[in-house]
């Protein structure tokens, strides 16, 4: 008994030391599917070249990196956050209830949602208005709402493929479906007079205009847009939504499809011209900067303009980065976060 006493507290006594430095040795990322390519590219050049272990990644989806992210302080809790969209003010509420009260917001760049199909088959040509008609949960037909009718796409209109609507696309916890309704769904909607009679509340308009069909014609395909990419090379028919980055790096095997006459091109995201962009960001817990080795320096590498640049290394990922003077912002933004734990 004695013998075995003394060997667990042996076993204690040397298990601690070993755990007191562990903590807060190493940069913690969940989030986005989306941005997830992004800041592993900046991972690895930040282990590389730094004396600073790899930070770890981890694709969790936007609304699930969040839920991560706000649910504490301390070694055990992310320290970043990706997000393919602002974070929610529910979100926000959730943090403050954690205890996780200062968060700071860095924009890295934008992106484009594309809608793709595999290569070789016949190139898709749609508005925002027919995307709605063939996605959403239920249209207006004769004045009145009803669950979505349209089975082929041509029933959207005749100049449209003759093939079943099959879209590949994120859950509900995914930052680009939340991208995705607000950017092509809801003003494609929100002025219907079938809708506005049916919810006078913009707010529940808002929600219902939201709303994706669940007959399997929109199919969740999980937060990895790499299986959306393979998904679309079985099934030549089929369309699927992903961000821009995921065509740009695949466009041996996918094609995207154009919104309105506009190709999704790194030059059109970039100037505005095609119609479904958005912001991409990362969420920094301020309360571990100064604590969690090499936060300061990892949030700077990735606003750096080696980085985010107009030249940087993330624009041959498919980044499309930010003007000189709001990267310039970003930037500063991470200085302060330097600044904030060296007073």
Not at 142 to 164: A, C, F, R, T, Y
Not at 168 to 174: E, F, H, L, Q
Not at 286 to 314: I, M, N, P, R
Request: aromatic share 8%.
């Amino acid at each position: 008994m004695r013998k075995t006493l003394s060997l667990l507290v042996a076993c204690a006594a040397f298990s601690l030391p070993i755990q007191a430095h562990a903590a807060g040795t190493q940069i913690r990322i969940v989030g986005s599917s989306t941005v997830y390519p992004f800041v592993t590219v900046v991972a690895e050049a930040f282990g590389n070249s730094t004396e600073f272990k790899t930070p770890i990644v981890e694709s969790t989806g936007t609304g699930g990196g969040f839920k991560l992210f706000c649910a504490g302080i301390g070694d055990s809790h992310p320290d970043l956050s990706n997000a393919s969209r602002a974070i929610k003010e529910s979100e926000k509420a959730l943090c403050a209830k954690n205890g996780v009260k200062n968060i700071t917001e860095i924009k890295i760049g934008f992106d484009g949602i594309v809608l793709a199909n595999s290569k070789g088959a016949a190139r898709f040509d749609l508005s925002k208005e027919a995307l709605f008609m063939a996605l959403a949960k239920q249209i207006p037909v004769e004045g009145k709402l009803v669950d979505n009718p349209n089975k082929m796409w041509s029933d959207i209109d005749s100049s449209l493929p003759n093939v079943k609507i099959e879209v590949y696309g994120p859950p509900t916890t995914s930052g680009t479906r939340d991208a995705f309704v607000e950017l092509v769904m809801e003003p494609s909607c929100k002025n219907l007079p079938a809708f506005k009679a049916e919810f006078p509340d913009k707010k529940a308009r808002k929600q219902a205009c939201h709303l994706l069909r669940e007959d399997g014609h929109y199919i969740e395909a999980g937060e990895n847009d790499n299986l959306i990419v393979q998904k679309l090379q079985s099934n030549a028919k089929a369309l699927g939504i992903f961000g821009f980055s995921f065509l740009d790096q695949n466009g041996d095997i996918v094609q995207g499809s154009l919104i309105s006459g506009t190709e999704p091109t790194f030059e059109n995201i970039s100037d505005g011209t095609y119609g479904i962009s958005r912001s991409l960001y990362v969420y920094v817990k301020d309360a571990h900067v100064g604590k969690t080795l090499g936060l300061q320096e990892f949030v700077s590498e990735l606003v750096s303009d080696d980085a985010a640049g107009e030249y940087g290394y993330l624009t041959e990922k498919g980044l499309i980065p930010l003007p000189e003077a709001d990267l310039k912002i970003m930037q500063e933004r991470s200085d302060a976060l330097i600044k904030s734990t060296a007073q």
